[in-house]
């Protein structure tokens, strides 16, 4: 097990992306200690919960608040002693025309994509200083690269999650604490799938697949990768 006493905080743990990547660290030997909004997401996950029981636990939080997130690492230290990973999948998307654009749904986009990401961190970041270790995944998305028609306030929030996640690095290279982010292409997951019932799903990339990457950016293996902006674009 590559990740045996590891303990993980991963946002967003209960989506089509999410459980993937909260199932391959729990069998990799991680603790995981992860989020949820709605009591009805954590259906999806119950089997999980069967097999690892104590291992894999669920808490309320809305990470875009700091006071939520900071009771979130609180409970995983208290639960199983440290945090070695952070994975901040909660996210959004939203397509409008910047002309067409209000200024609650440019807001919507910062706080889910941006501002959840420097809230978690900020949140985990004390505790992984003091140990002297850590690991932080992000995720980006294609407009962030290059900005997209209709995309403006979905790429401009990744866009900042691209740029924090630079800057985390080169400011946490000293102390032992690697910060990358994955690009994912379309994802095969059901809600894609009804979205866009024409598109050629064998073009697309499995969140499973997003998960195996994810998991070797925290390994031995990927111990030298920080700053890394890393495409899984799958075939498309």
């Given at each position: 097990m590559r990740f045996k006493d590891r303990v993980a905080v991963i946002t967003g743990g209960t989506g089509g992306l999410g459980k993937q990547v909260i199932s391959v660290f729990l069998?990799?030997?991680?603790?995981v200690y992860t989020t949820y909004i709605d009591r009805s997401q954590l259906a999806v996950s119950l089997d999980l919960k069967e097999e690892?029981?104590?291992k894999l636990q669920f808490r309320k939080a809305d990470v875009t608040k700091a006071s939520h997130m900071s009771k979130i690492v609180e409970g995983a230290i208290n639960k199983f002693g440290r945090v070695d990973f952070l994975i901040n999948i909660?996210?959004?998307?939203?397509?409008?025309?910047?002309?067409?654009t209000e200024e609650a749904l440019w807001n919507k986009m910062m706080n889910m994509n941006l501002n959840s990401v420097f809230v978690s961190s900020k949140a985990v970041l004390p505790q992984m200083m003091e140990q002297k270790y850590g690991r932080i995944i992000n995720i980006g998305a294609r407009p962030a690269l290059t900005?997209?028609?209709?995309?403006?306030?979905?790429?401009?929030?990744?866009?900042?999650?691209?740029?924090?996640?630079?800057?985390?690095?080169?400011e946490l290279s000293d102390s032992n604490i690697n910060v990358n982010a994955i690009i994912p292409g379309t994802m095969d997951t059901p809600r894609n799938r009804k979205d866009m019932p024409k598109a050629d799903f064998k073009k697309w990339v499995k969140p499973e697949?997003?998960?195996?990457?994810?998991?070797?950016?925290?390994?031995?293996?990927?111990?030298?990768?920080?700053?890394?902006?890393l495409p899984v674009y799958g075939k498309t």
């Open positions: 069998s990799e030997g991680t603790s690892y029981g104590e909660v996210g959004g998307f939203a397509m409008a025309k910047l002309v067409d900005g997209v028609k209709n995309m403006s306030a979905y790429g401009a929030s990744k866009a900042g999650v691209i740029n924090l996640t630079q800057s985390m690095a080169d697949d997003i998960a195996e990457v994810i998991a070797f950016l925290c390994s031995n293996e990927g111990d030298k990768i920080s700053g890394a902006i």
